[in-house]
């Protein structure tokens, strides 16, 4: 059958490496932004999240990086498991009223060899 | 932990028909949203819900799409006349806050098949 859709870019790693994960985006009212994961067949999981007054935030094996001059958002995740094999998208909420609705980037299948 | 439910999990409809996706926000959380994901591509907003009323919607949620919260648990999506190219992954979402800040809660998705 004729294949559709958009083709993910593909991040493998070795068990216990890190892996960054980068996203670029466009709109440079964009305040909030979090990351996504998405295992197959379920919904987005929540990740981390960062405020733009902000340039680095930490969680529990994970660091989301923003970068507001070129509109770079980053995750990396330390010592990956196999568990973290997933699709991860970055999502950005613009400031301004009713602006309720998160954009969602293209996502990267991460991939964690073991 | 507080979760968002969606039923069903897969919908298969003939074109044309109304279909209506159902969902259950996490019960202390006062905005809710309507996201789809085309199969292999990103997860696309359609329209948020406060108080009630719409507060933001996509250019994709058209006239055929509608949102009701009929009673105080349920929030629904209908689509009144199904084209092939509804198919899709349709993800409900619940916050705390206005535009989810601090989290929006994401269900586990109803598959919509139109044939």
Known sequence: ?114 | EPEVTQTPSHQVTQMGQEVILRCVPISNHLYFYWYRQILGQKVEFLVSFYNNEISEKSEIFDDQFSVERPDGSNFTLKIRSTKLEDSAMYFCASSAKRGGIGEQYFGPGTRLTVT
């Not at chain 1, 996504?36 to 067949?41: A, D, I, L, V, W």
């Not at chain 1, 923003?66 to 196999?82: D, E, G, R, W, Y």
């Not at chain 1, 613009?94 to 299948?109: M, P, Q, R, S, V």
């Open chain 1, 1 to 114: 059958g004729e294949s559709v859709g958009l083709h993910l870019p593909t991040l493998s790693v070795q068990e216990g490496d890190n892996s960054i994960i980068n996203c670029a985006y466009s709109n440079s009212a964009s305040d909030y932004f979090i990351w996504y994961k998405q295992e197959s067949g379920k919904g987005p999981q929540f990740i981390i999240d960062i405020r733009s007054n902000m340039d680095k935030r930490q969680g529990q094996r994970v660091t989301v990086l923003l970068n507001k001059t070129v509109k770079h958002l980053s995750l990396q995740i330390a010592a990956t498991q196999p568990g973290d094999s997933a699709v991860y998208f970055c999502a950005e909420r613009a400031e301004g009223g009713g602006a309720d609705g998160l954009t969602f980037g293209k996502g990267t299948h991460l991939i964690i060899q073991p």
